[in-house]
């Protein structure tokens, strides 16, 4: 009797462990995470990613939040993983990227009467650039020293410091960027050029994937390629 009654509270827990919800964590960026008046969430990483953990059964929560402090909770334990980010050896030591979740391009943007070159000689030691604060782009741009004039707390904000003049390029996200200036009428005022190719994808603590059976990460994966879209836009 007793050990059928520890067999029964043994299934009751690991049922109870796995129909925890996963916390993870986004920022307010179009095209890839919206928040909407009613509620709803969409987006293209997001819609990715909630089709991924559908696929596992697993309930998932996603709460959006400035990106700094989203990558910050998950390193303190607050969180179990953010999205949408690329990869960097900083992320990679706390946590394990799943990805692609959705496609990135990092572009220059520069203003469109600037005569300079962002893919010539001395531009980084010359130009005064800038990324958003807690972005991989901030960090990249810091550790191949160039001369980072601005890092504003949001993404939006970018775009305002290089049509006031306070950067003479900025470096962003090409669908996020993109997105913002046809919303400010803004296009004709700026020209970009490729600096590199940068998916996005998913960063789950390894705390969380500790706790975990053996497969769930190739699991994850399999299912982020299935969920992945036909045609990107």
Known sequence: ??????????????????????????????????????????????????????????????????????????????????????????????????GPVAPQQWRWYLRRDSRLDPLSPGFRQYARVG??????????????????????????????????????AVLAANLAMDKLLMQRGAASQVRSVLAQDKPLGLYLSHRYLAQQPAAFAGKLQQALVRCQPATPP
């Open 1 to 98: 009797m007793r050990r059928g009654l520890l067999w029964v509270m043994g299934c009751w827990a690991v049922w109870v462990q796995a129909a925890q919800p996963l916390h993870l964590l986004t920022q307010e960026q179009a095209p890839y995470a919206m928040q909407l008046a009613d509620g709803g969430q969409v987006g293209l990483a997001l819609d990715t990613v909630r089709c991924v953990f559908q696929r596992l059964g697993q309930p998932a929560e996603i709460k959006f939040v400035a990106w700094t402090r989203a990558q910050r909770r998950v390193e303190s334990g607050e969180g179990d993983g953010y999205f949408p980010a690329s990869r960097n050896t900083q992320r990679d030591a706390l946590s394990q990227w799943f």
């Open 131 to 168: 990324a958003y604060a807690g972005s991989n782009m901030l960090h990249w741009l810091q550790a191949q020293h160039y001369q980072v004039t601005v890092s504003p707390p949001e993404h939006d904000q970018i775009l305002d410091v290089l049509l006031a003049g306070r950067a003479d």
